[in-house]
């Protein structure tokens, strides 16, 4: 009722950032209508799933599709729209919408899980142009399940659209089903020093699809967002490539997987300082060494700085060579080993040698282990003394992602 009262106050209002709850999304709709010269608006965390009071603004369409901004149409001043984690989200708006937008010159989309594509029209919009006359720049970030800008076979036009980046959009086969018209754009950006260009807009799109571009420059991967990467994990092309820059990766619910990390991508890793593995239900090692020449084995993993082991019940070892000798995480500061039930040690006493820096290790509701570090055969009583100098009572640093 407040939104109403303050509806007036407002009038002359250019700039607005709001989050949208299920019990606001009519009234501030209608708060939003009221807000004729805005110029700018942020929308964050919105629940806005086709409000009753506005399916005729929204052409009728079902309950069950979701769908932004149906005020947008009565805002043609604004320019910059930003709309970020709307979880609820699978269609941005509906092409009526989206030509009542004549004003806008920047659209950025991130971190909406569900988001399938931008412009959504079940009638399928043969013959119908959409043009985005003003705008210049486009980004696309953190959707995980977008399949494409716009499926309809309608014709987009961007006169004005020079910059567009596309990042984190794995599922991203092409841009618009459709002709499409974007006379000035050169190029699309994956990172500042990364971007593709293949003569168009859509062919860009398909050979990044097919070549995972849209990861360049990514530093942080849960892997089950990606499962086109799940399935290339363990072929024998490199399906992780060199300038993608990971700092933090975490393996989980890859139920097919015997090993986390195949020994060529430990070479590729190189900035990698967070490795998580989890919820893997039949991995029985962490480091798959197997093929590592021992040249290349002092060179795998150089920052790596915590390793996080959870509920993996078959996991049996770290590693499945032994190449101690030669191989070091020096960089390795924690170790996490949480609900592995089937490990019997942490490792071995050349095992352990190898992680001579740690300064925090912590082992947890692992039932079968019967000592952190078990001797190897044929040492008894001449192993060697093993010491973690570093070791801390107290978790205090913290790892540099």
């Known amino acids: 009722m407040g939104i109403f009262m303050m509806e007036n106050s407002f009038a002359s209002l250019v700039c607005l950032s709001f ?7 009519i ?16 929308v964050c965390e919105s ?12 052409e009728g369409m079902s ?36 030509k009542n937008l004549v004003a806008l010159t920047k659209l950025r989309i991130s971190n909406c899980r569900i988001l399938i594509e931008v412009i959504n029209d079940e009638k399928g919009g043969d013959g119908r142009v959409v043009a985005f006359n003003q705008l210049k720049y486009m980004e696309l970030d953190g959707l995980t399940r977008l399949r494409s800008f716009s499926s309809g076979e309608y ?22 089903q459709g002709p499409m018209e974007a006379s000035k754009l050169k190029r699309v950006q994956v990172s500042k020093e990364v971007w593709f260009w293949a003569g168009n807009l859509n062919i860009t799109i398909q050979n990044m699809f097919e070549e995972m571009g849209t990861l360049a420059g990514v530093e942080k991967m849960l892997l089950s967002e990606f499962p086109g990467l799940i399935g290339k994990w363990h072929n024998e092309l490199n399906p992780i490539k060199s300038f993608w820059q990971l700092k933090s990766v975490v393996v989980d619910k890859c139920p097919s997987f015997i090993n986390a990390i195949p020994s060529r991508l430990m070479l590729v890793l190189d900035n990698l300082s967070y490795l998580q593995v989890r919820n893997c239900e039949l991995l029985e090692e962490i480091f798959d060494l197997e093929g590592l020449e021992a040249v290349e084995s002092t060179r795998v993993l150089p920052k790596l700085w915590e390793l996080n082991l959870a509920n993996l019940p078959k996991l049996r070892r770290l590693w ?13 500061r924690t170790l996490i080993l949480y609900n592995c039930s089937n490990l019997g040690h942490a490792f071995t006493p050349s095992m352990a040698r190898c992680l001579a820096n740690l300064e925090w290790m912590e082992i947890k509701e692992c039932g079968q282990m019967e000592g952190v570090i078990i001797e190897e055969e044929g040492q008894g009583s001449t192993m060697e003394k093993i010491t973690f100098p570093k070791l801390h009572d107290e978790r205090w640093n913290t790892c540099p992602i």
Request: hydrophobic share 40%; aromatic share 8%; charged share 25%.
């Open 47 to 58: 629940y806005l799933e086709d409000p009753n009071s506005n399916e005729e603004a929204i």
């Open 19 to 25: 989050v949208i709850s299920q019990e606001s999304s």
């Open 155 to 176: 014709t987009l036009i961007f006169p004005l659209l020079e910059d567009i980046i596309v990042t984190r959009c794995p599922n991203m086969k092409f841009f618009s």
């Open 320 to 332: 499945n060579r032994d190449l101690q000798e030669l191989i070091h995480f020096d960089s390795l």
């Open 27 to 42: 009234s501030t709709c209608r708060f939003v209508e009221s807000l004729t010269n805005l110029e700018e608006l942020v």
């Open 63 to 98: 309950h069950e599709m979701k769908v932004i901004l149906p005020f947008s149409r009565y805002i043609r001043h604004l320019q910059t729209l930003d709309v970020s984690h709307c979880d609820g989200l699978s269609k941005m708006f509906t092409p009526t919408i989206a």
